[in-house]
């Protein structure tokens, strides 16, 4: 369990707020982050990603949850932005966040995202292909605008979990094949031809939740010598590279996630080595953290509402389910959780806690262990603060829950919660003129 959850009476707190409280307050089925902790995670990497040999950046990326108050937050404890869709990066600039800190990501960015990117004057496009670098040029070079941008490398690395595999993902519809040379060299000739696009570097994403440090090791000895390579070959100033996300996080007690402290020292170690042994030197060096950020500092909060017992199993019924988490049905994806109420009462029996769509798949938690379960309990479920609320739907029709924030003992709402007329508001019913 995170620090930052405490149990008082046989209540569960998070931010020093009960549950029942936060409920009562904001009805449920309710994302909570506890705020401190978000804060913890923002600034852990903060101050350990730092390196005396070269400047270091770190770049939130925003699909794992984005809203204006977890942006104020990113920006507070100076971290910069991954968007990968016109939709996060407006709200990025509705938020008041610092367009010299974004960074364009995405395999299909279509010209309203780009000619939007070019226009806000975000910092940096990273290119995914070879059509989008011939795309971003004539853009570019058509409205006189400067954008700077990297090249997305498909380094042949693949890790997922506890697993990597050297010259894996040959066919990832992301990025550009790192031995394609003629794709990269065309490429790089159309930035070198244009005078308002500026090639800064090259990014690479090796996959996510991750626990076996040496994919990096692997991706960064890869990606080092390669530049080495290419920048004698094409004359070429590389000032930066960026190793992407993935940073595992626990869900369950399976999960022996890495410190913030050890993942980013053993990046900067292993960079600083590769740079040394081929005597390069490079301006920056950049990671992109999603869902260690963000995902242990959120919770669920459900109500229990009906039961069902089955030969086999004894169903528990929440107010919400694959809408506000889908990863369950997706990947398979584990989660821990608990009565709110009743912390201090022994785990029993043994529940599958279901949600309310018309899916069999909407299953939250196979056997989960729990004390005596009635309707009206409340149910939370833990670490679902990275890609819960961002892939929520309206399956079903169903609201999307709200999200509050909490503090020391104060809350506040940072996403409202939906309701049946907002779901309403894009109905229409107008002539279409062909
Ligand atoms: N950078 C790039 C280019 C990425 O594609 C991603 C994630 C990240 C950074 C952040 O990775 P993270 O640190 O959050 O693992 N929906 C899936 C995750 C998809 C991740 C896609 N890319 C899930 O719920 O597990």
Redesign the pocket.
């Known amino acids: 369990m995170s620090e930052a959850r405490n149990v008082k009476n046989g209540i569960l707190e998070i931010g020093g707020i009960s549950v029942p409280d936060l409920a009562k307050a904001c009805g449920t089925p309710l994302f909570v982050y506890d705020e401190n902790e978000l804060d913890q995670q923002m600034s852990g990497y903060k101050t350990y990603f730092q390196s005396d040999q070269f400047e270091t950046e770190v770049i939130y990326?925003s699909?794992?949850f984005t809203c204006k108050a977890l942006l104020q937050l990113l920006e507070k404890n100076g971290l910069s932005l991954?968007v990968v869709s016109g939709g996060e990066l407006y709200l990025a600039e509705q938020a008041g966040f610092p367009m010299e800190r974004i960074y364009f990501?995405g395999n299909n960015k279509t010209d309203e995202e780009l000619k939007l990117a070019l226009d806000m004057g975000c910092k940096t496009i990273v290119l995914d292909s070879l059509m989008e670098c011939e795309r971003v040029v004539e853009l570019a070079d058509s409205l006189k605008c400067k954008i700077e941008v990297m090249i997305r490398i498909n380094p042949g690395i693949t890790a997922h979990t506890h697993k990597y595999i050297i010259t894996g993902n040959l066919d990832s519809k992301f990025g550009v094949m790192f031995h394609d040379e003629d794709t990269i060299t065309k490429m790089i000739d159309l930035i070198k031809d244009s005078s308002f696009v500026g090639f800064i570097g090259f990014h690479a994403?090796i996959g996510?939740?991750i626990f076996d440090l040496r994919a990096y090791d692997a991706v960064i000895e890869r990606l080092i010598k390669y530049i080495k390579k290419l920048s004698k070959d094409h004359n070429l100033e590389i000032k930066c590279l960026d190793f992407?996300?993935?940073?595992g996080v626990r869900y369950t007690d399976e999960d022996q996630p890495n410190e913030i402290q050890e993942v980013c020292r053993r990046i900067i170690k292993k960079c600083e080595e590769e740079l040394l042994k081929y005597d390069l030197h490079l301006k920056k060096i950049m990671i992109?953290?999603?869902?260690?950020i963000v995902a242990e500092a959120g919770n669920t909060i459900y109500h229990v509402g009906f039961m069902k017992k089955t030969p086999n199993k004894e169903y528990l019924f929440v107010d919400g389910g694959m809408t506000d988490n889908i990863?369950v049905a997706l990947?398979d994806a584990r989660y821990d959780c608990d009565l709110a109420e009743k912390m201090d009462q022994k785990k029993e029996y043994q529940y599958t806690v279901a949600g309310k769509c018309c899916e069999s798949g909407d299953i939250l938690i196979e056997n989960a262990p729990l004390p005596k379960a009635e309707t009206g309990d409340l149910l939370v479920v833990y670490g679902t603060g990275?890609?819960g609320y961002s892939?929520a739907s309206n399956y079903n029709r169903l609201n999307r829950p709200a999200v509050v924030f909490a503090k020391e003992g104060k809350a506040r709402v940072v996403i409202k919660r939906e309701s049946y007329s907002d779901q309403l508001r894009l109905e229409a019913d107008e002539e279409v003129i062909i």
């Open positions: 990326a699909k794992a991954d990501h994403h996510s939740q992407g996300g993935g940073f992109e953290p999603g869902r260690s990863r990947y990275a890609y892939m």
